[in-house]
């Protein structure tokens, strides 16, 4: 079978990781984060859209410098070329969410568990899918 199928909700609220690719094809890519209280996904700018729904925490949002408080059930498009940042305001919860990329921006099958281990081993997309 071609295709991904996941409880996206359970699949998020379970994961720990700061990042988890679940899932590549040629244009998207399905990605699951977990950001620490008072921690941030760090401001970036891509070449490509991007989906974020936050599942469950707060925090905030911040695109092209317009800062927006987020929460559970809160969806996001972030457009190419947008500079953007999510930062966690919770003391104590984590900010879950996954994030769809349009086309994918990882290498299939990353995992980094925490944002130092993102920041010291950041890759792009090489061009292999999950199938």
Avoid: C, W
Avoid at 10 to 27: C, D, P, S
Avoid at 53 to 76: C, D, H, M, W, Y
Avoid at 98 to 112: I, K, L, S
């Amino acid at each position: 079978m071609k295709g991904f199928i996941v409880n996206i909700e359970k699949a998020t609220e379970e994961n720990g990781k700061f990042r988890q690719v679940l899932y590549t094809a040629h244009y998207s890519q399905l990605v699951v984060m977990s950001i620490p209280p008072q921690g941030e996904i760090g401001e970036e700018v891509h070449g490509l859209d991007q989906f974020l729904r936050i599942e469950s925490g707060e925090g905030k949002t911040i695109l092209n410098g317009v800062e927006t408080p987020i929460a559970a059930g809160f969806a996001i498009v972030v457009p190419a070329g947008t500079r953007h940042n999510f930062v966690n305001t919770s003391a104590t919860e984590d900010l879950k969410l996954y994030t769809v990329y349009a086309p994918p921006n990882h290498v299939d099958g990353t995992v980094h568990e925490t944002k130092a281990d993102a920041d010291a081993h950041e890759e792009h997309f090489d061009g292999l899918t999950s199938e």
